[in-house]
């Protein structure tokens, strides 16, 4: 009696860890994209000032004195690993000062080996800031 309670659990056992969902393994900072540009859109009717995006846990900020209104700036550089990690974008308009937040650029479902993307941060209306790398 005891050795069929014992194969029971076992058997309960054996099933219950067979039907259990299984964790993703996920790797810790996967490089999505490498990135060698910068374009900065301003969509808006005011000039915008003193721009500076950083990416966390990095060295890495561009800094941008002047977007004209309804204008871009862009600039390339080396291509840098895009790790997939947060960014914030400071910036002054009509002498208020904006700060966004938890940045995280959108990439291309599909980004092939070796190619190289801009990264695009459009400034909008309201402070409202749209991140996407193509």
Same mark, same amino acid.
């Given at each position: 009696?005891?050795?069929?309670?014992? /194969?029971? #659990?076992?058997?309960?056992?054996?099933?219950?860890?067979?039907? %259990?969902? !299984?964790?993703?393994? #996920? !790797?810790?900072?996967?490089? +999505?994209?490498?990135?060698?540009? /910068? &374009? +900065?859109?301003?969509?808006?009717?005011?000039?915008?000032?003193?721009?500076?995006?950083?990416?966390?846990?990095?060295?890495?900020? #561009?800094? &941008?004195?002047?977007?004209?209104?309804?204008?871009?700036?862009?600039? #390339?550089?080396? %291509?840098?690993? *895009?790790? =997939?990690?947060? %960014?914030?974008?400071?910036?002054?308009?009509?002498?208020? =000062?904006? &700060?966004?937040?938890?940045?995280?650029?959108?990439?291309?479902?599909?980004? *092939?080996?070796?190619? !190289?993307?801009?990264?695009?941060?459009? +400034?909008?209306?309201?402070?409202?800031?749209?991140?996407?790398?193509?």
């Amino acid at each position: 009696m005891k050795i069929l309670q014992g /194969l029971s #659990v076992l058997l309960t056992l054996l099933c219950a860890s067979c039907s %259990a969902p !299984q964790s993703p393994k #996920v !790797q810790p900072n996967p490089v +999505i994209a490498d990135i060698n540009g /910068l &374009v +900065i859109i301003n969509n808006t009717q005011a000039d915008i000032t003193e721009v500076r995006l950083t990416i966390a846990e990095s060295a890495r900020q #561009v800094n &941008v004195s002047r977007v004209l209104p309804m204008s871009e700036f862009a600039t #390339v550089f080396q %291509a840098k690993e *895009y790790r =997939g990690r947060p %960014a914030k974008l400071t910036w002054r308009q009509g002498g208020v =000062g904006h &700060v966004s937040l938890g940045l995280i650029f959108s990439t291309p479902r599909e980004v *092939y080996e070796g190619e !190289q993307l801009r990264a695009f941060l459009t +400034i909008g209306s309201e402070g409202k800031v749209r991140a996407e790398a193509k």
